[in-house]
Structures are given as C-alpha cells and as structure tokens.
C-alpha cells in the first residue's frame, strides 16, 4: 500500500495514530491478503437453485487409507505378502516399495445400503445410509503439500484461491457479523503449506479462510488490551487515514480489504465468542460429540463449533484433523494399524455426531458434508506395517445437501491403486460442491493475468451420480 510523503496534511492524524500503538494490527493478517494487481474480481452470483446453504469440510490431513476404511479388497488379503501382480512398479514417494500388505481391520455391510464399512468405524456405520461415498477419488501428486493445495484450490501450486474462498465469492456471505469461511485446525498444527490452503489467492482478502480457535479467545489478536472508548478514537483516526487514501487511490484492493476486514474483526468482538460457547448447549449434545470423552472432546469440540456456526448463518467451515507429521496426522507411513486405531478413535464418533445432530435440527438438508484427505494410501507396504502415498485411486463421501443417500460412485482395481470406474477427479469433486451450492463452476470466472480463472481450470465435470436430484448438467472441455 503506497503512503503519503512527511509533508502530507494528515501527518497530525498519522503521529497521533503511531502515537496510541496501533499501528498495522497483526489481526488484518489473519484475514488473508488482498487481490493481486492485475485482477478483477467481481463477485459470482448464484446460477441454479442451490440444494445447499452450507458447507462443512472434514479434512482427514495427511491423507487416510481408503483400503482401511471403506474400499475392502479380498483379492489383497488373500496375496498378502506377495509382489504386486503384472510387474507393476508404482510411483511412491518413499523408495524401496514392499509387497502387498492386506488390512489389518475386519470389514462388514452396514446399513440399508449394505455399504462396506471398516470395524475402525463403528459410529460412522450408524449414519452410511446418509452417504453418498465416492470410491474412485484421484488427485495429481503423490506429494502432501501440492496435494493438499490442489485438493483446496484446484491447483498444486500455491497463490490460487481456495474452495471456501471460491463458494463464499460465488454464493455470498449469508450473516454479516461472522466470516464466510471459517478454518478450525488440529491443536497438533495446521496442514503443510498453512493459510495457502484457505487463502483467498487473486480474490479479494475478505474471502479467505478465518482461523478460529476451539479454546480461549476465538480470533487471535481480537480482544483489545484497550478501553472502548481508547479504541473508538483510534478507530476514528484509522477511519481518517483510510478514507482519505482511499480517496487518491479509488478502488485499491488492498486497502479496501483491510477496512472490511477492521469492520468485521470489530463486529465479530461480540459475535465470535458466542459462537463458540458451549456452554449453552445440552449436556445429551455434549455427550453425542464425545466431550465427555478426552480422546474424541477436542475434535468433537471442533464439529459442535461447525454445527453452531453454519447454524449462525456461516457459509463455509473447513475442520481439519491431524496436523504436523505422521504420528501426528494421517500420514501412516511407518505404523498403519497404531496410526489409523488412534485418528479413527479421536475422529469417529463426532463425525456420525454432526450428521445425527444437523438431521435432528433440520439442518442437514441444506448442509453439504464433505469427509477426505489429499490422497489414499498404497495396497503394497511400507517397512512391512505402513502405506505410502496413492494418489490413483481413494475414497471421498458426501452427506446431506442435496447429496444422494445410500449410494457409492466408481471403483478401484482389486488392489485398490487405480480409480477404473467412474474416475472422479479433484476438479469434479469441486465441481460438485459447487453446483449444490448453486454455482455453476464453468462461470465462476476471474479475470486475473489476462485470463479467465476458475476453480476448476480447464477441467471438470459435476458427478451427477452423487446428487439426490441429478439435472441437465452442462460438461466441459
């Protein structure tokens, strides 16, 4: 942002301003940056009728093991030990691959549907006739950190903007005093790569993910150490200053992204708090969610958040699970059956808690629950006990919003290393989400370095298997 020389006239207002330290307050960078120059970015607008209102994302960071959790293959158990057929020699991230290594868990059909449901999952059992479950996910790096950002963003690079940022551009705040787009990460750490994932890239910064905290103070750097009177003045002074350089310089991204962000970091000082109290919820929700339980509370924390703020009129939630580095996220390299008891353990019954309780309130109908990781794991092993990295073929689910119940889409081999029925794509899972939400994906453009972008790139197709209603769907390419 360009400022003004020492002899400009607000210079008073400036030293008053540095004078009552409040400078350029850490807050405005938990808001994401502004748009780049060179792009224009005018907000979407909806193209359908939308199936869903909202978003919550379960992000199993560090990439789950679909082979472990709903994809059983008997054809690997029963060749457990040995090469992988045909000579095939698959791309791992790690070296040395090893031979096949069959499940240690035991699977069984559940539910109406009769859908393949691992034993680690026994809540989840409980609500799989609310599922569509997508067995023939595939991504484009077997890479976490531009796995990651291409499952966020569509890309694998960083500097694009994320699915959230994209459907709270597309579809429009719902409630003025709390964020779009909101990110509650693991207590471990957030996922390779940090704010990247749920930044608003070349879309103006009020698009971005906000971070919000399950303990303590909700935002950082929100409560003022000040009095509210103290904080007013200096408010006024920055109020000055901003409307007088937003006067020289009309339409500066930047700036103009900072004042809204000062605008609802200041509304969300009574808003976000009350979100976030739990106190105010039952003591039979607070046991649905495991908050009894030390094991499953933190996480379960975090969904009960989530169902309380698309309640509150929040458009797009992202929960991640796992942070940091193997033992610590998904990442089951080294100890697969430890890794994926433990994750399952802490994550299970909040997960089957969240559908059961948005059902129960109504709510689920028009909120689009998403569950997946960047990628799956390998069927050959890893130190004989761990999976690599598979990016060919993993499973993601659907619930609610318009979503179909009971249904699985796509195949993989008998080994489970390649989607080869009915593929789907990182951008048709975009493409999906957006459509429910009443975004057609082939026209929510951004001219950004002469050149019409979009989350999707070049590619993507809805999957009208998974909707409950399929219509008359453009395609693309």
């Not at 000055?240 to 339409?251: F, K, M, Q, T």
């Not at 989530?306 to 796992?322: C, D, P, W």
């Not at 059961?356 to 569950?371: K, N, P, Q, S």
């Not at 429910?436 to 950004?448: A, K, Q």
């Amino acid at each position: 942002m360009r400022v003004h020389s020492a002899t400009s006239r607000t210079d008073p207002i400036r030293r008053r301003f540095l004078a009552a330290g409040l400078g350029l307050p850490a807050i405005f960078r938990s808001f994401g940056n502004a748009a780049e120059a060179g792009s224009t970015a005018t907000a979407g607008g909806i193209h359908h009728r939308a199936s869903a209102d909202a978003v919550i994302q379960l992000f199993m960071n560090g990439g789950p093991s679909h082979l472990d959790l709903f994809d059983p293959k008997p054809e690997l158990q029963a060749r457990d030990g040995e090469p992988l057929p045909g000579g095939t020699k698959p791309r791992v991230f790690f070296g040395a691959p090893g031979p096949l290594l069959a499940s240690p868990f035991r699977f069984r059909r559940v539910g109406q549907s009769g859908q393949w449901v691992s034993e680690l999952l026994p809540h989840t059992a409980r609500v799989v006739d609310e599922l569509t479950i997508i067995r023939s996910m595939t991504c484009d790096s077997n890479n976490h950190a531009p796995a990651l950002f291409q499952m966020n963003t569509g890309r694998l690079r960083t500097g694009d903007p994320s699915l959230g940022a994209w459907a709270v551009f597309g579809a429009g705040a719902i409630e003025a005093d709390l964020p779009g787009f909101v990110v509650l990460c693991d207590p471990a750490g957030g996922p390779i790569g940090g704010a990247a994932n749920w930044g608003a890239g070349y879309l103006p910064g009020k698009y971005a993910g906000k971070p919000l905290r399950s303990r303590g103070a909700p935002i950082l750097h929100l409560d003022s150490r000040f009095s509210d009177d103290r904080r007013g003045s200096m408010r006024t002074i920055l109020d000055a200053i901003d409307r007088e350089h937003l006067a020289d310089h009309p339409g500066e991204p930047e700036l103009e992204a900072r004042i809204e962000s000062r605008d609802l970091a200041e509304r969300m000082r009574a808003e976000a708090p009350e979100a976030v109290d739990l106190d105010r919820e039952t003591a039979a929700t607070k046991r649905l969610y495991g908050l009894d339980d030390p094991i499953v509370a933190p996480y379960g924390r975090r969904l009960l958040i989530a169902r309380r703020l698309v309640e509150r009129g929040v458009r797009f939630v992202q929960v991640y699970s796992g942070g940091g580095a193997f033992e610590d996220n998904w990442d089951a390299h080294y100890d697969l059956k430890t890794n994926h008891t433990r994750r399952t353990r802490e994550t299970d019954q909040a997960v089957a808690a969240l559908i059961l309780d948005l059902r129960a309130r109504g709510l689920l109908e028009r909120t689009l629950v998403l569950w997946g990781g960047e990628f799956g794991r390998m069927p050959i092993s890893q130190a004989r006990i761990g999976r690599d990295h598979n990016p060919h073929g993993f499973t993601c689910w659907m619930a609610g919003g318009g979503v179909a119940r009971a249904r699985s889409v796509g195949r993989t081999d008998d080994f489970g290393l390649h989607a080869i029925e009915r593929p789907v794509h990182v951008n048709d899972w975009h493409a999906t989400i957006l459509h429910v939400l009443g975004i057609d994906h082939l026209r929510l453009t951004v001219r950004h370095e002469g050149r019409d972008k979009r989350l999707t790139d070049v590619a993507g197709t809805v999957v009208a298997e998974a909707l409950a209603r399929p219509t008359s769907l453009p395609t693309d390419h």
